[in-house]
């Protein structure tokens, strides 16, 4: 990642106000599907959480508060992050609006866009087309695609770029952290205007994009919990930004985070550290600030638990052109065990598909941030993270979860940290 500034770290143990739309107050059983369902919607109803932005200085404010009432003493961590503030974003095909957003870090166009012929090759004068394999953009520490390199180089006006997903949606696409500004327009498109958009490029037909918008200084902050007792502490974390509102992405980790907090706060001897890191979209900025800054050192800390990104969602499909929610999770889903809690992991877990067999993370990598704490050496270590078609698009919302599906994580989680505490 690029360097951090340890000069814009800044800490503040001042709690935020209490938000009037979220109850902040621990329930009778934290780790009950009601109560975190209820923190999803809670999370998402903040607004949408990329780094620095509105609903991530929200999230910042209710996670202290909630931090608080279950017993901790929460503080803040500050670093200066840019923010492109969005105005509108959109393609404009033969009097079709398809829907567009940014691919970071963005250009605007002039006020009302850029019009041009949309080509496959681009090109001075041209608004290029590409067509993006699946999946690019989800994970962390990729560079951005060949195909945008090679169609901005070429001086094209603009670059539209498919993101081919199985439901046709548009999915956002993760970045490299404070990368500069592309030096035209960059626009992601939804898979299912493919054709159409193909259509028009072979054609050479025009095709208007427009991007509007600025870049502003400021500020995002992660949120760290303590639970002070002696001994080494346990460390429990999540990612809390992401594209748009992410509330099956973040919302089902946070969800679980909260209720593990006032689920281990119970006991009364184990030191605890819970920290929610914001920047995750931008390769996980805010955790690597944090490992190099706050964190306990390996050596000085007794468990490191990873929540990653839709750990308790619901599978969707295409059922009559309508995305349709399923009855069941994702096949993909992986929790990773340092090699000694293998077993008991897998008993924990015993029955949710992905789940029931963990992969040993002294053995084999793994994904997200997860990857972060393995290679900085902290073990054990006990990480999960899952897969979602709908994993960086507008339609995570709180509907992609449910409490059926968060609790079952939830406390097999919580059974895992407590058979590795003993």
Known sequence: MTQLDRRTALISGLGAAALPLVAHAA?????????LYANVKGY??????????????????????????????AE?????????????????????????????????TPAGGVTAPLSLAGGAGKIALVDLPPGTGAGLDAPPPAQIIAAVDNGS???????????????????NPKAPAWRCPVLLAAGRDLGALKAAAQAGAPVTVRLEGQVRPHQAQNVIGRRVRPGKPVVISTPKSGWRHCAGERGSGIAIWLGLAAALAKRDDLNLIFVCSSGH????????????????????TRLWVAIGANVAVYDHALRDGTVTRLPGPPKARTIGASAPLTAMTAQAFAGQPGYETPLDLDAHDAPGELATFRKLGYRPLIGLVA????????????????????????????????????
């Open 157 to 175: 006006a603009a670059v539209i770029a498919v993101t081919e997903n199985p439901l046709g949606e548009l999915l956002a696409m993760n970045r």
């Open 27 to 35: 329930p009778s059983d934290p780790l009950s599907g009601d109560a």
């Open 281 to 300: 979209e931008f390769d996980g900025y805010g955790a690597h600030l944090f490992t190099e800054t706050l964190a306990p050192k390996p050596a000085e």
């Open 44 to 73: 998402s109803l903040l607004g949408e959480h990329r780094t620095g932005t509105s609903g991530d200085a929200a999230g910042t404010g209710w996670l202290m508060t909630s931090l608080e009432a279950r017993g901790f003493k």
């Open 76 to 108: 803040r961590q500050g670093f200066d992050y840019p923010v492109f503030e969005l105005g509108a974003c959109g393609i404009a095909l033969g009097g079709q609006a398809l829907e567009a957003f940014p691919y970071w870090t963005p250009t605007a």
């Open 387 to 422: 897969a979602s078609p709908l994993h960086h698009s507008a339609k995570d919302l709180p509907e992609v979860t449910g409490p059926a599906v968060l609790e079952p994580v939830a406390k097999a989680l919580h059974r895992t940290i407590l058979g590795a505490l003993t």
